[in-house]
């Protein structure tokens, strides 16, 4: 916490909005004057670290004090839900300096994201309060850190969850942890709950380590968002009951009586200093470009979101275009950038940082100044969430959504990443049981038909379940019976539904948006806030210029992104009865490709989505599209190691292909062929054949990971022989024409056969890139 920070101070207006404590605050275990005495010493105590940590004037809100009093006078477990620069890490940064100074063992504090991780450990430093972390990268650091915990020398160890559930952490680690722990901290706990916005199966492993702790560790857990449901489900999680199940916040709950109850404190989720607002434009480029004409207008230095990654890419490329200091931050984005772009916002050395929702916890930059949002998130309280990065410690930050129509396209692609059917779940411990031994995600995917991302959540689960258990090496089945808890993942599934119409809703609302967003809440003090753009009327205007609108609709009618050929085999392929493994030989490979667009772009993202989605009609290339792939091509033959332009870095250039071979498609032929024969026309090359299939008909079903979908390519392509008579003919590259690469293996996997037969090289040339 940084001693300039207002966090903690409490406001003069501050005794008019109260918190809501799920019991009687009176019932906390003050049984007399000299307990009362002991209460008020710990009070001053309390008051005079504070003082240490934030200025001579700092005074502590009355819930911060209830909060550390259950901490450490009355060891008890306590969950604050309260907003965004309340001062939620004072209470536990003065619970520890308090706690160790009696002698109790250090604060364990779990965190979600190494961004909050760092954040913490300089603040910490800054109180006087030695804090260290474990997480995924620092490794080389984690036997010193270990060992300074065991001499006593740390007073914060943060964690990520993932590490709760690391074989070696988990057994070695944890318990000397667990047993020595002086309190337990969950940051961002709302990540407990599968209702909340952000669930994360690695959180529930805190279950293992709560049974584990020595008795009267007291536990503090922490949120900024939950709704009651959340909230209540978050303290069933940590134990600690389940107050709010029943009643609105606010109600006296039961978990319990005297000092063993658990203390649920919520507050109200006003913001005051955040003005909110919803600019309706009516495309990416007019969005684009009200950023070129608006952006200095906004104060200070902010955050603008996307939605993917490759947007964060086009717009940061497009607005340094522009001349703005901006920088990109994304899960694709390497933690020594990551690193210098946080210090760079920090700093204000950037405008902003465009950011997926990788910036959405954990970073704390008390003056930021606006938060801009391209494009809407998926869920209100993960919206409330990442605004409230704004305007913490200054008097007035704006906020702003820009919608997309793009944006439900890719609501249901991040639903489609939900709970898999029981049948796959069934088959994942199934495929475990007759294992026999420990295996990895890598070497079950050839038996599950799961995308690698989704598969490692299933199973994280099912650990937290108990049907499974990570152990080295892998995974294994327990052979503990397990239900399928389908009734709470199809509601589950229907709460995301839910909060995608409740977004839509805020962004077409003629009332107060924050209002909205409290009652999303459930914050029982919502109220009109006099600040937003319909209770204060607009703020920005949606005009933009001409010279903007065009800069920003030529960067994104720019045409043309490489992929990579895929490199390496999927392990375990000899499950499948398909014999390949370890690296492709490069006489075998795909050189790397092009494409007009990925699907997750704002610019040829939204026309490809349209061309290439399941309920498109098929038909002839549409003669936008085949204009910008004949442009493509061209920059591919002109640029470094093209056919016609300068060598490559290593000194390579390709040679010119002596043809054209489309592939097969089930879903779009006319499509496709007419593409494959008019850049084969255009470019004055012969159109050399097509790949078929070994039975006339396609690959039975979608296959959703590497290697179901390489299994069920493999063996169902063919080269007619009349391509092959082609290729022998004129041995040489050829151009390979798709619509669509999505895992890669159809590529990889014609590529193969091409090379094979005879051709030098495989150059593919798809419409779209999946992702």
Not at 99 to 116: E, K
Not at 653 to 661: C, K, Q, S, Y
Request: with cysteine.
């Amino acid at each position: 916490m940084d001693p300039r920070t207002p966090d903690p101070i409490t406001p003069a207006t501050d005794a008019t909005h109260p918190s809501h404590p799920t019991e009687p605050t009176g019932s906390t275990g003050s049984t007399g004057p000299a307990d009362a005495t002991t209460r008020a010493a710990v009070r001053d105590r309390a008051e005079a670290v504070l003082r240490e940590l934030a200025g001579p004037s700092a005074v502590l809100r009355e819930d911060q004090w209830l909060a550390i009093e259950a901490l450490v006078v009355d060891s008890r477990r306590a969950l604050v839900v309260q907003r965004t620069g309340w001062g939620k890490s004072a209470v536990y940064f003065i619970a520890t300096a308090l706690l160790r100074s009696r002698g109790a063992g250090p604060t364990v504090i779990v965190s979600p994201l190494l961004a909050l991780m760092r954040n913490q450990v300089e603040s910490a430093a800054k109180a006087g309060i030695h804090a260290r972390t474990i997480n995924s990268a620092n490794p080389e650091e984690w036997e010193e850190i270990q060992a300074e915990v065991a001499a006593g020398r740390v007073d914060i160890l943060l964690v990520s969850p993932e590490r709760l559930n690391n074989p070696d952490f988990r057994d070695q680690v944890l318990p000397k942890l667990a047993a020595s722990t002086g309190l337990l901290v969950v940051d961002e706990a709302h990540c407990i709950s599968d209702w909340g916005h952000d669930f994360r199966p690695d959180y529930r492993r805190l279950r293992t380590m709560l049974a584990e702790l020595s008795p009267g560790v007291p536990v503090l857990a922490t949120t900024a968002t939950a709704n009651a449901r959340v909230t209540a489900d978050v303290a069933e999680q940590l134990g600690t009951g389940s107050a709010l199940a029943t009643g609105s916040p606010g109600t006296p709950g039961t978990t319990g009586t005297g000092s063993t109850a658990a203390l649920v404190l919520r507050g109200p989720l006003d913001r005051e200093s955040l003005s909110l607002g919803v600019l309706p434009l009516p495309d990416p480029a007019h969005r684009l470009a009200w950023l070129a004409d608006h952006l200095d207008e906004l104060p200070g230095s902010g955050i603008i979101y996307t939605l993917t990654v490759a947007a964060a890419e086009e717009v940061t490329a497009f607005l340094r275009g522009r001349g703005f200091p901006v920088a990109s931050y994304s899960g694709r984005t390497e933690d020594a950038e990551r690193r210098g772009a946080e210090a760079d916002l920090l700093a204000n050395r950037v405008k902003a940082l465009v950011a997926t929702s990788a910036l959405g916890m954990g970073f704390d930059k008390p003056d930021l100044g606006f938060v801009v949002h391209l494009g809407s998130p998926g869920s209100p309280i993960a919206y409330y969430q990442q605004v409230g990065r704004a305007g913490r410690g200054v008097d007035k930050a704006e906020v702003l959504l820009l919608p997309g129509r793009e944006d439900e396209a890719i609501w249901r692609y991040f639903a489609s990443l939900g709970f898999p059917p029981e049948e796959q779940v069934r088959r994942t411990i199934d495929a475990l049981a007759e294992a026999g031994r420990p295996m990895s995600t890598a070497a079950l995917e050839p038996r599950v038909d799961l995308r690698r991302t989704r598969l490692e959540t299933m199973l994280k689960v099912l650990d937290v379940d108990g049907a499974v258990r990570r152990v080295r090496g892998g995974w294994t089945a327990t052979g503990r019976p397990w239900e399928y808890d389908g009734a709470r993942y199809a509601k589950v599934a229907e709460s995301r539904v839910a909060e995608q119409r409740a977004m839509r809703a805020y962004a077409s609302t003629d009332g107060c948006r924050m209002e909205f967003l409290r009652r999303q809440l459930d914050d029982p003090e919502a109220m009109p806030c006099g600040r937003c753009d319909n209770c204060a009327g607009p703020r920005h205007s949606a005009s933009v210029s001409e010279e903007a609108l065009a800069a920003a609709r030529a960067a994104l009618g720019r045409p043309g992104v490489d992929f990579e050929p895929r490199r390496l085999w999927p392990t375990g392929m000899d499950a499948l009865g398909v014999s390949v493994k370890g690296r492709i030989p490069a006489g075998e490979q795909a050189e790397t490709g092009r494409a007009l667009g990925r699907l997750s772009d704002i610019g040829w993202g939204n026309r490809l989505r349209a061309l290439l989605g399941e309920q498109s009609p098929d038909g002839p290339v549409p003669r936008e599209v085949l204009d910008a792939m004949v442009g493509v091509l061209a920059d591919w033959a002109r640029g470094p190691g093209g056919w016609s332009g300068p060598a490559g870095a290593d000194g390579s250039r390709l040679d010119r292909p002596v043809g054209v071979v489309v592939m097969a498609s089930a879903t779009r032929p006319e499509l496709v062929s007419s593409l494959g024969e008019q850049i084969a026309a255009i470019g004055r090359l012969p159109l050399l054949g097509r790949i078929g299939y070994a039975d006339g008909r396609p690959p039975h079903g979608p296959r959703s990971n590497s290697a179901q979908r390489l299994h069920s390519v493999s063996g169902a392509l063919v080269l007619p022989a009349e391509l092959r008579e082609a290729l022998a003919a004129s041995p040489g590259p050829v151009l390979l024409v798709d619509d669509l690469v999505d895992s890669g293996w159809t590529v990889t996997v014609a590529a193969r056969l091409l090379r094979r037969a005879g051709a030098s090289a495989v150059l593919p040339l798809v419409l779209a890139v999946q992702g």
